[in-house]
C-alpha cells in the first residue's frame, strides 16, 4: 500500500512499504502526482493524499430527502447536544451545511417540499447558519410548517425570529436564544472553548427585550415564561443544560 505524506514546502514526501522495510522519497510537486498514480497501478493497491496543494474539505454526497439532511445536519453540527463532539471539523461542518441549504433552495423553487414535518426539518437546516438570510428563511419556513398543521414548528418559529432579530442587532422578544456574553470575563471566555460543561458558562440573553411578548402568547409558541427562563441562565452559566425547561411543559422541539 503507498501511503502519500504532508506536503512540505514544494515537495511531498511519499513512503512505498516494500516488505517490512520503508522507503522514503521527496519529489518535486509536478512529478508527485504521476509518481503517485503510476505506482498505484504497478502495485494494485490504494493512495492515500492527505494535503494537495490546493486543499479541500472531505467529499460527502448530500442527502436525498429533506429529512435525511436534517438528521445528518442533526447529527454534525458542532455540540449540538450537551457534552457532544461533531464528528467532523467545524470547516467540514460548514461545507456541508451550505450544501445541504441549496439542495433545499433548489427542491423550493421546484415545489418538491410539501409536508409540515419537511418545512420544519428545512427550518432547523437553515437556522445552523450564520447569516440573517438564512435566519430569516428559516423563521418563514417554520411559519409555513405551523400553517400546514405541525403544531410542533411553533417553538422553531418563534426561535428563528428571536435569532434573526439578535443578528441584526435587535432585541430578541421570546427570549428563546442565550448567546454568549461579550462582556463575560476573559476567565470564562476561555472556558467557553471546552468541549462540555465550560461551553454553557458565559451567557445572555441580551439583547432582549422581554414586555414586548406576553407569557400568555409564550406558551402558544411553547416557549417557556420569563421566570423559567431566568432559570435556564442561571442554569447555563452555573456550566449546566436545562434540557427539557428550554420549551414550556408538554412541548417539544
Not at 5 to 20: A, D, E
Not at 78 to 93: H, Q, R
Not at 169 to 185: H, M, R, W
Request: hydrophobic residues 35%; glycine residues 6%.
Amino acid at each position: 500500500m503507498l501511503h502519500c505524506g504532508r506536503m512540505k514546502s514544494k515537495s511531498f514526501f511519499v513512503t512505498k512499504i516494500v516488505g517490512s522495510a520503508c522507503e522514503v522519497y521527496s519529489l518535486p510537486m509536478r512529478q508527485t502526482i504521476v509518481s503517485i498514480s503510476l505506482l498505484c497501478v504497478l502495485m494494485r493497491g490504494s493512495c492515500n493524499l492527505a494535503q494537495t496543494a490546493a486543499s479541500e474539505p472531505s467529499k460527502f454526497k448530500v442527502e436525498t430527502s429533506i429529512h435525511e439532511m436534517y438528521l445528518a445536519d442533526e447529527s454534525e453540527v458542532p455540540a449540538a447536544k450537551p457534552g457532544g463532539i461533531s464528528p467532523i471539523t467545524y470547516e467540514e461542518y460548514k461545507v456541508r451545511e451550505e450544501a445541504r441549504r441549496q439542495q433545499v433552495r433548489a427542491m423550493l423553487a421546484k415545489g418538491e417540499v410539501k409536508t409540515g414535518e419537511d418545512f420544519r426539518d428545512a427550518s432547523f437546516i437553515f437556522q445552523h447558519s450564520d447569516n440573517a438570510d438564512d435566519y430569516l428563511m428559516a423563521h418563514i419556513l417554520a411559519v409555513e410548517s405551523v400553517i400546514k398543521g405541525d403544531d410542533t414548528s411553533k417553538w422553531i418559529a418563534a426561535a428563528t425570529l428571536d435569532r434573526y432579530l439578535q443578528s441584526i442587532n435587535k432585541p430578541q422578544v421570546f427570549g428563546t436564544q442565550y448567546p454568549l456574553d461579550p462582556n463575560a470575563p476573559a476567565s470564562l471566555r476561555a472556558e467557553q472553548a471546552k468541549a462540555h460543561a465550560g461551553r454553557f458558562k458565559g451567557r445572555t440573553q441580551s439583547p432582549f427585550d422581554d414586555q414586548l411578548v406576553p407569557d400568555a402568547l409564550r406558551k402558544d409558541f411553547c416557549v417557556p415564561d420569563l421566570a423559567q427562563q431566568k432559570k435556564n441562565l442561571a442554569t447555563l452559566n452555573a456550566g449546566s443544560y436545562p434540557g427539557d425547561a428550554m420549551v414550556a411543559p408538554g412541548c417539544k422541539r
